[in-house]
């Protein structure tokens, strides 16, 4: 029932989502908008469909909104704005915490969910220090958002979410190096994370 209703909502909201990718991307066409709904509407769905009517699904979605946003920004552009990740630092932490009281061994869920956003950005900021050509400080910026959704869910969450980030990361990796025929060839990864991020969270609810 959930996902029944969070499918047209998340499709709704998509499209009001495209315009602030503007100053990003410029004008979007109707078939990107369009689009970044769909992508919205289904990852909103499987969300309900998996969580349900649970007090953590508002800081689900807000990351699926903002998630979406950040996506279709970085493909485009392959930039993931200080506009968008920063504040969501404090919107996720806001509303995990909120959940807290409702939700059995909420406090604990919540501290965490902090220790995953420390663990997340300490590692993406080492490997951007490391190997400065293999992710950007946008990419280092938005990993402790979703180590934050992540560790509420665990250290199996934490674990999956990270390593179907790579694995899917690698994979893009090997189809840009085959098709450019280049070991230069950029491609965004923070759609890598946020899809590597879903998988964890899949995973471990419900």
Do not use: N
């Amino acid at each position: 029932m959930v996902a029944l209703v969070l499918v047209p909502a998340g499709f709704v909201v998509g499209l009001l989502l495209a315009p602030l990718a503007t100053p990003f991307t410029g004008v979007m066409p109707w078939t990107r908008r369009t689009a970044m709904g769909v992508v919205a509407a289904a990852v909103s769905g499987v969300i309900g469909w998996r969580v349900g009517a649970h007090p953590v699904l508002g800081a689900l979605l807000y990351l699926v909104a903002a998630g979406t946003l950040l996506a279709f920004v970085d493909v485009e552009v392959k930039r993931l704005p200080d506009r968008f990740t920063l504040p969501s630092y404090g919107a996720v932490a806001a509303l995990l915490a909120a959940a807290a009281p409702f939700t059995g061994g909420g406090w604990r869920h919540f501290e965490h969910a902090l220790i995953g956003m420390a663990a997340m950005f300490a590692l993406y900021a080492v490997q951007a220090f490391a190997v400065p050509s293999g992710i950007g400080l946008g990419d280092v910026k938005l990993s402790g958002v979703l180590g934050l959704c992540l560790g509420w869910f665990g250290a199996r969450a934490w674990v999956t979410g990270l390593l179907a980030t790579y694995l899917l990361g690698g994979v893009i990796a090997v189809g840009v190096l085959i098709v450019r025929r280049s070991r230069k060839g950029e491609f965004p990864f923070g759609p890598s994370m946020l899809v590597g991020t879903l998988v964890g969270v899949l995973v471990a609810a419900g």
